[in-house]
């Protein structure tokens, strides 16, 4: 009883580990892990059809019995080959670099990097064709080795410093070695060249060259410089002539804006003296007019009153005038008057014996018309004065 309760507690433990061994046993020899990079060949070497099967196996779990599957895995991503030195860790540079001999007879040392990868679907024919293993790797190196002394041994020394050659260079080996190892089952990615590497007589003629080509761009670039100064020289005399002409236009037109402007100052100002002068004269004429006009009034003013001073003294006023001017002419201190026998203060009897008479001897004259006879016969001696 107690025996049968220990073989059942142990039965069920036993029982996992035998299944885990079982599965890994199988792993082990029935299946088999292809990789995410890695794509398997299966050759079937026991059975009714025997050889390679004719399809690739992508990433995952295949059946890989021992006795009758034997696989072959390859990396199916890009894989580069590096044909350039490399430190071996022991003091020294392996050479894997390709040396190439120029078609001008020069050493040349050729860093190259091819990057490749298997077809894709292509793999079992590689299998086929080469084998197992890697050989393929084999292939690509030779086969780029080849290919880089056929192209780059056409090369001179002119063209091995010459950056567009290089490239034109390279683009050409990654097309030859693609036609190469098409028929491998190998695609180029692309070719890549990393250095160029000359003997000391190649590096310094290169170098001599170099500098030479320097020294021709240089006097090219002195002489196009010289060139443009001249082109300078010429725009700037160009503008200073232009510039010249336009001031001299601009005096020429101030020139002759100020004759013009003067030319008008001078009609304007003759202008002005002619109406002046027109004016002076119309004045002077309207002047002497008026003063002709008043000549001609005063004449016959003064033809009027000699006219009624002949007209007076043909009559009775011509007497009181003499009489006048005789009194006017006594001298009354030479005379000497007796008040009794005259009185002065008589007008009629100084008239009277002044030489004023009338039909009965005497005259009665007014003492107010008498004045203005004494003004007027002054006015007239007045004037008389005035025009000597």
């Not at 071996?88 to 190259?112: M, P």
């Not at 056409?154 to 410093?161: A, I, Q, S, T």
């Not at 260079?169 to 590497?197: F, G, P, T």
């Not at 000549?295 to 007076?312: D, H, S, T, V």
Request: a neutral charge; one cysteine or more; aromatic letters at 6%.
């Amino acid at each position: 009883m107690h025996l049968g309760k220990l073989t059942a507690k142990y039965i069920f433990p036993i029982g996992i580990i035998l299944i885990i061994a079982l599965f890994i046993v199988g792993i082990k020899f029935f299946v088999i892990k292809v990789g995410a990079d890695q794509v398997g060949v299966r050759t079937r070497v026991w059975g009714v059809s025997r050889g390679i099967v004719q399809r690739d196996y992508g990433p995952g779990w295949h059946r890989a019995i021992s006795t009758i599957d034997q696989w072959d895995l390859y990396d199916i991503t890009v894989q580069t080959l590096e044909l350039a030195k490399e430190h071996s860790g022991l003091g020294h540079d392996e050479r894997k670099h390709c040396a190439v001999r120029t078609a001008d007879d020069y050493d040349v040392e050729i860093d190259l990097v091819v990057k490749y990868q298997i077809k894709r679907g292509s793999a079992w024919r590689l299998r086929q064709d080469l084998g197992v293993g890697e050989r393929y790797k084999i292939i690509v190196e030779n086969e780029s080795r080849d290919v880089a002394r056929s192209v780059f041994g056409k090369m001179v020394e002119k063209d091995l410093y010459n950056p567009e050659e290089k490239r034109k260079r390279a683009e050409e080996c990654q097309l030859k070695l693609m036609e190469r190892l098409e028929q491998r089952h190998l695609e180029i990615v692309d070719v890549l060249i990393l250095e160029i590497r000359f003997d000391p007589q190649l590096d310094r003629k290169i170098k001599n060259i170099k500098v030479a080509e320097l020294d021709n761009v240089l006097n090219k670039s002195k002489a196009l410089a010289a060139e443009q100064r001249g082109i300078t020289q010429t725009i700037e005399a160009d503008t200073e002539a232009i510039a010249l002409k336009i001031s001299g236009d601009r005096e020429r037109e101030i020139t002759v804006l100020d004759a013009e402007t003067t030319k008008q100052v001078i009609e304007r100002l003759a202008a002005a003296d002619k109406y002046l002068i027109e004016k002076q004269a119309e004045g002077d004429r309207y002047k002497q007019q008026r003063k002709a006009e008043g000549e001609l009034l005063i004449k016959l003013a003064n033809a009027e009153g000699e006219k009624l001073r002949r007209e007076a003294l043909s009559g009775l006023g011509g007497d009181i005038i003499v009489a006048m001017e005789a009194a006017r002419n006594v001298n009354l201190a030479d005379i000497n008057i007796s008040t009794i026998d005259l009185n002065l203060l008589d007008v009629d009897d100084m008239a009277t014996r002044l030489g004023v008479s009338d039909e009965k001897g005497k005259i009665r004259v007014n003492p107010q018309t008498f004045e203005e006879i004494k003004q007027m016969l002054d006015k007239k001696e007045k004037e008389k004065s005035d025009a000597k």
